[in-house]
């Protein structure tokens, strides 16, 4: 079988902007095919440690080879949206020197028809991270109610034609249910007036579907919140987002966590309690020409790096 790849995105930058110890703990977030990890790993010194985590069981397989060839790798099974439970089982509670989250799916994800992440080759309608979990993409079409399949298409497609799309879908589900990619991505086609340029007329409906069926932006706010306690002083928390919905979730959290609690005027506190407890560094960071023109998953990603404060 040939192995799966997946092109890291922004590797230099990230993995620069990660590590502040080359023998510190590190958690890569989303291991992926380990293009990150492997970056990190090959910086680390003898007593560094990295975990891995991914939902994707594909990935964890890769994510568990590895470990069987470096001993200061580990992986873990499961969302991190849940990082401080994934951590206590292998005794890890905080000290992170750096977390990395480099979201959204893979290309092993995406180029496997059978995932049902792509709308251009045939497959089963099925959108799960973690396809042994939860409800597919299909199965939630069959059940969600006009409004809901609108207000996703909406919320998280940012469709202009959600409500048209959705009552197509409620339609021709009447007729026979909808199980693979291309009868969704026709059906969107049929239903959108008008084309934006370079870009297929069922992509904001699958990017919405796949936000919905792996709840992935309370994943992201879950695991935002967890990283102020888990990481020790100085340690840096580094997000690479792919749209605008989940980098506003991290501009909007790191700017929070920098100015401090909101607290009612005249409150007696001490200037540690009304401190911040992240301080942005540098700039939201873009790919270059040369990585956009050798790899074009990188033309949307943006990267935002924060260090922990005492
Ligand atoms: C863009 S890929 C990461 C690629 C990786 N950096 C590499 O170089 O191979 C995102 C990965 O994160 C995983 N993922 C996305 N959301 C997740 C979540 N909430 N919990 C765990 N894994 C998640 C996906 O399954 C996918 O494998």
Redesign the pocket.
């Given at each position: 079988m040939i192995e799966q790849?997946?092109?890291?995105?922004l590797?230099e930058e990230s993995v620069h902007a990660l590590i502040v110890d080359p023998n510190g703990i590190y958690v890569?977030?989303?291991?992926?095919?380990?293009?990150?990890?492997?970056?990190i790993l090959a910086r680390l010194g003898d007593a560094g440690r990295l975990i891995g985590?991914?939902?994707?069981p594909?990935?964890v397989a890769?994510g568990d080879a590895l470990s069987r060839t470096d001993r200061r790798f580990s992986m873990l099974s499961?969302?991190?949206?849940?990082i401080s439970e994934l951590l206590s089982r292998i005794q890890v509670r905080g000290d992170l020197c750096g977390l990395?989250?480099?979201?959204?799916?893979?290309?092993?994800?995406l180029d496997t028809a059978e995932r049902g992440f792509s709308f251009s080759s045939e497959g089963p309608l099925d959108l799960r991270?973690?396809p042994t979990r939860g409800e597919s993409a299909a199965q939630w079409l069959a059940r969600a109610s006009e409004a809901e399949i609108a207000q996703v298409l909406r919320d998280f497609g940012e469709e202009r034609f959600a409500r048209r799309i959705a009552r197509n879908i409620v339609a021709e589900r009447g007729d026979s249910p909808l199980t693979t990619t291309t009868q969704l991505a026709a059906l969107v086609a049929r239903s959108v007036s008008t084309r934006e340029p370079g870009k297929h007329p069922a992509t904001r409906t699958f990017q919405a579907l796949r936000i919905r069926i792996?709840?992935?932006l309370d994943?992201?706010r879950d695991?935002l919140r967890q990283s102020c306690d888990l990481l020790a002083h100085t340690g840096r928390l580094v997000v690479?987002s792919?749209h605008s919905l989940e980098d506003r979730i991290v501009k909007r959290f790191m700017r929070a966590e920098a100015l401090g609690p909101v607290l009612p005027k005249g409150l007696p506190v001490t200037a540690e309690e009304s401190r911040g407890r992240l301080h942005v560094l540098g700039k939201p960071v873009r790919a270059s020409a040369a990585e956009v023109a050798s790899n074009p998953?990188a033309r949307s990603a943006i990267m935002r790096v924060a260090e922990r404060l005492p």
């Open positions: 790849q997946h092109l890291p995105v590797l890569d977030g989303t291991f992926g095919r380990g293009g990150h990890s492997r970056a985590i991914d939902r994707d594909e990935a890769a499961g969302r991190f949206g849940s990395l989250l480099d979201l959204g799916v893979s290309s092993p994800q991270m973690d792996n709840d992935e994943e992201i695991c690479i792919f998953r």
